[in-house]
């Protein structure tokens, strides 16, 4: 008999006490003034009601999650993507976590009136992560391709081109190259972004005549850059001050989304054929002025760097308040421990023409250099082997068990910062900053 068969989760004890605690906390929410309105002894009324109805759904998930996740995805049956999964767990265990109309007017508050409900969407994709069995099997649904890029691809396969709001895609000489154009914000990304970005790198790896991708910023229109390029400014920090980051389309995506699609490659009906075959290609990182925090993550996702003699990177997550991501997982195979934390908790910038640029840059050349020293990438890049070496290389570095455990702990740590006082204090700040200032602060 199907394990489905049995009582659904949502009605045993445990996940009743959770449902039953999550109502508590509503009523007492219901009762109160917002968030930035409550005084201090309210303010520590919700915080000890929330821990008490956070704890509950953590000794729940600790003994049920395998059960929860085979309910919601048919016995692994369907690869639903982490927000799917989330709004399905909603419906199976009322309370659990917020449901997609929750999570969706958070997303329209601004910090000071949010209810931290990303904290309780980070308890269960933790406890997802770090299982054996519905851990891997969301990592593969996650590196699935799009449905926007599905449908976009015959028309990308015919003419070579895609122009999405943020990202130009064009085909030439066998290599994608992914243009950045926010030149409003300095390619500092938003959830806007981390979409068409996760549909340019599907459509490179799914496309026959791609042998190699290549992402380089495009040329800006701020005063400070105007006429230059520049690679990213990492996170789009006024989105972030205004709430509009969102936990699971941005912060988790990202990482499990496009990025994890760079260094690991798509997944699909082949998973587990006994050739493995999963698209994968070699990706350069051409980067012009800077590469600042979720554009250095990019870097270190790549497998070959080329960058202009004038050009840092810079990885200020501390600073900010928040983790860079999977930054810390792969700036430690670049970089030795003592130079890791100087970057990561000393906030320390690597300029391309010092010597240590070298374990960030391979390639080092003038601006006007930049196109001939990647198109000489390319070619490095576009070989027989390349592939096969690239993918056991990641695979001894960034072995997947180490990733999504990596991410299991990165998912509680980055939710509980979002909603620390300092964060909000610093983006605060950020926000009323120069664009450019806030992009290279």
């Known amino acids: 008999m ?15 006490e959770v449902t039953a605690a999550a109502a508590r906390v509503d009523d007492l929410l219901a009762s109160l003034p917002g968030p930035a309105e409550r005084s201090p002894e309210q303010r520590a009324a919700v915080t000890e009601a929330r821990r008490q109805a956070r704890d509950l759904a953590d000794a729940f998930l600790r003994g049920h999650v395998d059960r929860l996740y085979d309910e919601v995805t048919g016995e692994r049956s369907r690869h639903l993507r982490l927000d799917e999964v989330c709004a399905a767990v909603a419906e199976a265990v009322p309370g659990l976590v917020p449901t997609s109309a929750q999570v969706a007017a958070e997303l329209r508050r601004p910090p000071p009136e949010k209810e931290g409900l ?13 299982s054996d069995l519905a851990g891997p099997h969301l990592l593969e649904a996650m590196r699935r391709p799009t ?24 085909v030439r000489d066998g290599a994608a190259h992914l243009t ?45 850059y105007a006429g230059r390029r520049v690679f990213s400014a990492g996170i789009n920090l006024r989105c972030l001050q205004a709430g509009q980051i969102s936990y699971v389309d941005f912060l988790l995506r990202r990482e499990l989304g496009y990025i994890a699609k760079i260094v690991h490659g798509l997944t699909g009906e082949r998973d587990r054929a006994w050739d493995g075959d999963v698209v994968q290609k070699p ?42 991501g999977v930054g810390n997982l792969r700036l430690g195979r670049v970089a030795n421990g003592r130079l890791s934390r100087q970057v990561i908790l000393a906030g320390r910038r690597v300029s391309a023409s010092e010597p240590d640029g070298k ?8 601006a006007e250099e930049m196109d001939a020293a990647v198109a000489a990438e390319v070619a490095r890049m576009d070989a027989p082997a390349v592939v096969a070496n690239r993918r056991m290389l990641n695979l001894a570095e960034e072995p997947q068990e180490w990733f999504r455990a990596y991410l299991a702990e990165f998912a509680v740590q980055q939710a509980r910062r979002l909603y620390s006082e300092d964060v909000m204090h610093k983006v605060t700040r950020f926000a009323a900053a120069p664009r450019a200032a806030a992009a290279t602060d």
């Open 118 to 130: 990303d904290i309780d969407q980070s308890i269960l994709v933790s406890h997802l992560l770090r």
């Open 147 to 170: 449905a926007r890029a599905l449908a976009l691809l015959s028309e990308f396969t015919r003419t070579g081109v895609a122009r999405l709001d943020s990202v130009r895609v064009e």
């Open 283 to 324: 990706w350069i990182a051409a980067v012009d002025s800077f590469a600042i925090g979720g554009g250095a993550q990019l870097v270190l996702a790549c497998d070959r760097v080329v960058a202009e003699r004038d050009a840092f990177f810079s990885l200020p997550a501390a600073q900010e308040g928040i983790v860079p």
């Open 2 to 16: 199907s394990r489905l068969s049995s009582e659904p989760v949502g009605a045993r004890p445990a996940a009743r």
């Open 359 to 366: 374990l960030f840059f391979d390639e080092v050349v003038p």
């Open 180 to 224: 950045m154009q926010r030149d409003d914000c300095l390619n500092a990304e938003d959830n806007a972004q981390v979409e068409d970005m996760e549909t340019a790198v599907d459509l490179a790896l799914l496309a026959p005549s791609v042998r190699v991708g290549v992402l380089r910023g495009g040329v800006m229109t701020h005063p400070r």
